[in-house]
């Protein structure tokens, strides 16, 4: 399991480095400040691989532009970053992403439980344009969440898995367990719902897997 902490600010780089963060992941779509001071604060600071993502709207970000304002937004980070976080919306973009050389963490977030079924199919799809698939459910019920255990046992490597919001939020401390290769976290401020801070989740995987 590698944890990425999930930052609003690159300032916040230095403080989830010595906190023991695996990856950082810069949300763009929430950021306030004119992103060219953010490259500014991007560039040379940190040592740890880096996810430039900028989530839509429809998928619990703050981004509520069309495709191309998307990448024209992506692009000038592409020389700072390792990942870059698409949609499925977003996918055209993938392979000029991946000419530069980086990383696609092909993500879904989803408002709903999707069957079995449905999430194999996901799974391919995002398989066809990303090298990380990264799919994140709203379980309704702890038969939901079994079903997403199981499918996330049985999926193909590499897969991250997570939920939305509070109220299976528990689920994030053990899907690595179960084979999500990165858990999603915060150090101060979540940038999404149900997110634990970093010293709670490794407190919690601390306690889960003492011996």
Avoid: N
Avoid at 32 to 38: A, E, P, R
Avoid at 150 to 164: C, D, G, Q, S, W
């Amino acid at each position: 399991m590698k944890i990425v902490v999930s930052l609003a600010s690159p300032a916040e780089i230095p403080k989830a480095v010595a906190l023991g963060a695996d990856l950082i992941e810069l949300r763009l779509d929430l950021m306030s400040d004119d992103l060219s001071s953010v490259m500014a604060g991007t560039g040379g600071q940190c040592t740890l691989p880096i996810i430039a993502t900028l989530r839509s709207r429809e998928e619990g970000g703050a981004f509520t532009g069309d495709a191309e304002e998307w990448f024209s937004t992506i692009q000038p980070f592409l020389d700072l970053v390792d990942y870059v976080d698409v949609e499925r919306k977003f996918r055209k973009f993938a392979r000029m992403i991946h000419y530069q050389p980086l990383q696609v963490v092909a993500s879904a977030h989803i408002k709903y439980m999707p069957s079995p079924d449905d999430l194999k199919a996901i799974e391919r799809d995002l398989r066809e344009y990303g090298d990380v698939p990264k799919i994140a459910v709203t379980p309704s019920s702890p038969r939901d969440l079994l079903d997403f255990l199981e499918f996330t046992l049985e999926a193909e490597r590499p897969l991250v898995t997570t939920v939305m919001g509070e109220e299976f939020r528990y689920a994030r401390t053990f899907l690595p367990f179960f084979g999500s290769e990165w858990v999603y976290c915060h150090i101060g401020t979540p940038t999404a719902k149900g997110q634990y801070d970093i010293r709670e989740l490794e407190h919690l995987q601390e306690l889960l897997t003492y011996r």
